[in-house]
């Protein structure tokens, strides 16, 4: 059966014991862990920036993604890769031109994925899966966390699968958004290769939770 990876959201951890718990988000598992960062106009939340970026950087070793729910990825992008960001994570939706704003990330060297909302058309994003390390598909529209998982990402999923096997693509499929040991099972029956999940991991035991979100 098919590995799935687990990408704790820390968007829902007790920031007053974030060092304990990205340590026992490790020992159970974690590959990676997902920076939610909101800037209160592309997303109707405000939530962190590059300090919180370095301090999980000084943390784990872990790859590192930043979800960037910001309306000037262009402004921002370096700060958070100077402060230890490993891949960021783009909106196809942002109100920058994404395609020239790629290119750039490319031609710097700069890891990154690109993301599509609930309501984006999958084949909208094709053009960037050849070059994007992962394609996101967000379940919840986002903003906050602790939100119903949308059923309809499913089919994206199942056509993203399709599209990146018959291409022979490396892009991984990550969903996010109100995945739990069942959303998260459909998920990966439909094919996602990466589990984001805050609200599930951090609201139960962490070490429990990632265990079941790994042997679905
Ligand atoms: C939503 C964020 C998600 C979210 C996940 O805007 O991108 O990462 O916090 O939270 P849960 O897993 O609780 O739905
Ligand atoms: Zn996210």
């Known amino acids: 059966m098919k590995n799935i990876d687990i990408s704790p959201s820390i968007i829902s951890s007790n920031l007053l014991e ?4 990205i340590k026992e988000c490790q020992v159970a598992g974690a590959k ?6 909101m800037d209160g106009h592309f997303v109707n939340n405000l939530t962190m920036g590059p300090d919180m970026v370095s301090a999980v950087r000084k943390a784990t070793d872990l790859r590192l ?3 960037l ?9 370096k700060s958070f890769v100077d402060a230890g960001c490993d891949v960021l994570l783009v909106h196809y939706e942002t109100p920058i031109e994404v395609g020239n ?3 750039k990330l490319e031609d710097e060297g700069i890891r990154y994925g690109i993301v ?6 999958v084949k909208k994003i094709y053009k960037f899966v050849p070059t994007s390390e992962i394609v996101l598909v967000m379940s919840v529209y986002p903003g ?3 939100q119903k998982f949308i059923d309809k990402s499913l089919d994206k999923v199942r056509e993203l699968r399709k599209f990146i096997d018959e291409n022979y693509y490396q892009a991984k499929i990550e969903i996010d958004g109100g995945i739990n040991a069942e959303t998260g099972k459909l998920a990966r029956d439909a094919g996602a290769d990466i589990l984001v999940s805050a609200s599930y991991i951090f609201n139960n035991n962490i070490g429990d939770s990632i265990n079941k979100l790994k042997s679905l």
């Open 32 to 37: 990676s862990f997902h920076l939610d960062i």
């Open 144 to 146: 906050f966390s602790g």
């Open 116 to 121: 599509l909302n609930p309501d984006t058309d």
């Open 101 to 103: 704003f790629l290119k």
């Open 18 to 21: 974030l060092g304990n718990q």
């Open 69 to 77: 729910m910001i309306e000037r990825p262009d402004r921002y992008y």
């Open 65 to 67: 993604d930043c979800h």
